[in-house]
């Protein structure tokens, strides 16, 4: 696990050393342990290292082949790689390290791109030729690995995170036409980033990057839609999936350092330690965050299920001042704005984690790939879609929950394409109308693209087209809030749940499997589920929630953001200044629970923005 970062200069301008330095070095919380860079002519490739995987020096990156032709920068695990040993000693390779690094170099030099769909793992790498001089960047399947890139009028850029961009002199600009989709769903999709130029390149593809830097060719590597497709009928899908998931399990502790587990107390962390105590795994320890409030807080579930299977268990709580400072720290690490609002609690574990371990293993995935959401359920029976689509005619003031007023608000589009795409929405086409925000672009090319897809593997099933979606979409935020959350931390997070083989196979098991009933993830529930307490199983859903709207109100440096709120540089763009961000912070501060769902959406971008853009030397 690390961080990469490169650039190649047009017009064979002599790459500068001290530029590459300052990228590598914005990202040394990837990788603490070692930090290199390379130079050929007007191509640079650097790399800070998080030694999890033989932990000697002869590891360390830029990897370079013996025959001094390929040159990698690599971030990432390939979980396994052992299984190539053979098969490359036997072509005449002969190995330095016992690194997955090596086996990935070898790889590629062997097979090139094609190889990628036999790895199992997460990754995105720059891999050089220099014969051919030709750069190619890859992405691992699920975009569990982050990769951004610059083309600028001098010369292309790339790096894990687009802070090492920035490093570079590149410039820090918002680019506003992109703000409607960040205002409405909370997160830009697809290629997009809320920056003028900056890009990430889109889990399951590669690029190639020829002509010094100024030629750039893209293509997809991995489809979910034409694997699923192609996947064999699965015999017993219950013990298919239990012992598909052991050996995720398996394959993701093989590290040289020790691993943890992020353990909530909800069934699919609670799965993931269960399975590592099966396997005979020793020295385990969980860690946990905890709560004061009851309606939000697991951690005794948590601390019971460890003692049971042997864990060390670690519960921490973050309390008001220490949990603003670490989700200060949290929308600086992030880069972009964040919009899981859980990002200071999940970097506090891992700083807390990381005096014991480098790995952690979550249990994030699980919700998107088996059907494990609430929201989900409303598309799950046509039936019961066609009884609640009956509250769009019940007037709004004798719906006295505000959830209700939700799905009120929701079920008012009366178009299913739209409900499914706008399904982790908190706002809706009829909130903007009341906001008086009338020119937001409200269907974004990629999520139509990748809906257009789930229709093909899903042709009659709704519910599974979300699935679909989601796993490209939501699943990847929380992607990208986990890296760099625990990269923050410098601790490496890996996710049994999206295991190629796991997912691939999941989806292409009949809609039987995917009933919504209780917790919903059938297959989970019905298979390792059935040997954890009931404790665990029959326990509400409760998730990573944090009470903002009390929060904001009650912590002074947060309340101050909030009434600072109308003298935001953010509200001057489209479309934050269509919103009446006075009338609106008022309504909140008189009804916290209503208006919560707007503030929170506006709250942290304009937080987001004062960090980035602002001055902001305060210390809460």
Not at 122 to 144: I, K, M, P, S
Not at 551 to 570: A, D, N, V
Request: glycine letters at 6%; aromatic letters at 12%; charged letters at 25%.
């Amino acid at each position: 696990m690390c961080g990469i970062v490169g650039f190649w200069n047009y017009n064979h301008q002599p790459a500068s050393s001290d530029l590459i330095y300052k990228m590598r070095e914005s990202l040394h919380h990837r990788g603490p342990d070692a930090g290199a860079h390379w130079i050929e002519g007007s191509l640079a490739l650097g790399h800070r290292r998080l030694s999890i995987i033989d932990l000697s020096e002869s590891a360390n990156q830029p990897f370079h082949s013996p025959c001094k032709n390929f040159t990698l920068v690599f971030n990432g695990e390939i979980f396994n790689y052992q299984s190539f040993y053979l098969e490359l000693k036997q072509k005449g390779y002969v190995f330095r390290s016992s690194s997955d690094t090596e086996v990935l170099l070898y790889l590629l030099m062997e097979y090139g791109l094609k190889v990628l769909s036999r790895l199992n793992g997460f990754f995105a790498f720059a891999f050089f030729d220099h014969r051919t001089q030709e750069l190619v960047l890859a992405r691992d399947r699920f975009g569990v690995k982050p990769l951004f890139y610059f083309q600028s009028d001098h010369g292309f850029y790339f790096a894990s995170e687009a802070k090492a961009l920035f490093a570079a002199n590149l410039p820090k600009e918002i680019k506003e036409e992109n703000l409607d989709e960040l205002f409405l769903y909370r997160f830009n999709s697809g290629k997009a980033s809320v920056f003028k130029n900056v890009l990430k390149l889109l889990p399951g593809h590669w690029m190639k990057i020829t002509n010094s830097g100024k030629s750039t060719k893209e293509g997809r590597w991995f489809h979910l839609g034409e694997e699923i497709l192609a996947q064999p009928k699965i015999k017993n899908p219950l013990e298919w999936f239990e012992e598909t998931f052991h050996q995720s399990i398996q394959l993701r502790m093989i590290a040289d350092v020790k691993v943890g587990t992020l353990l909530s107390g909800g069934l699919d962390s609670s799965s993931t330690l269960f399975s590592q105590y099966k396997q005979g795994f020793t020295d385990l320890s969980t860690w946990n965050v905890s709560f004061s409030d009851s309606r939000h807080d697991e951690s005794r579930l948590a601390q019971q299920l460890s003692g049971s299977l042997d864990a060390d268990f670690n519960s921490f709580e973050f309390k008001e001042d220490e949990l603003v400072n670490l989700t200060r720290d949290s929308i600086r690490n992030h880069d972009e704005p964040i919009m899981h609002f859980s990002d200071g609690h999940l970097l506090g574990i891992s700083k807390r984690a990381k005096e014991k371990v480098s790995v952690l293993l979550s249990g994030e995935g699980a919700d998107e790939i088996l059907g494990g959401y609430v929201r989900y359920k409303i598309h799950d029976r046509e039936m019961r879609y066609r009884l609640l689509s009956l509250i769009r005619f019940i007037p709004e003031k004798w719906l006295k929950n505000e959830r209700l007023r939700k799905m009120k608000r929701y079920l008012q589009m009366n178009n299913r394409e739209a409900e499914i795409l706008m399904n982790a929405n908190e706002l809706y086409p009829s909130d903007l109308q009341n906001l008086g925000v009338n020119s937001a672009k409200l269907l974004e090319e990629y999520r139509i693209k990748v809906l257009e897809e789930a229709k093909i593997v899903y042709p009659k099933n709704r519910y599974r087209q979300l699935l679909y979606l989601e796993q490209h979409t939501h699943l990847y935020t929380l992607n990208d809030r986990n890296d760099r959350t625990t990269m923050g931390a410098s601790i490496e997070c890996r996710d049994p749940f999206l295991d190629p083989n796991l997912v691939v196979g999941t989806g292409s098991l009949p809609d039987s499997h995917f009933g919504s009933k209780g917790k919903g993830k059938y297959l989970l529930m019905n298979s390792i589920g059935r040997q954890l307490p009931e404790y665990i199983t029959k326990h509400r859903k409760v998730g990573l929630s944090v009470p903002w709207e009390t929060l904001i109100l009650s912590q002074p440096y947060l309340r101050e953001i909030l009434e600072e709120l109308p003298k935001s540089g953010l509200f001057s763009m489209k479309p934050y200044c269509f919103l009446d961000i006075k009338g609106i912070v008022e309504s909140f501060k008189k009804d916290p629970v209503r208006f919560y769902p707007i503030i929170r959406q506006v709250y942290f971008t304009a937080w987001w923005y004062k960090i980035h853009f602002q001055a902001d030397d305060k210390v809460p």
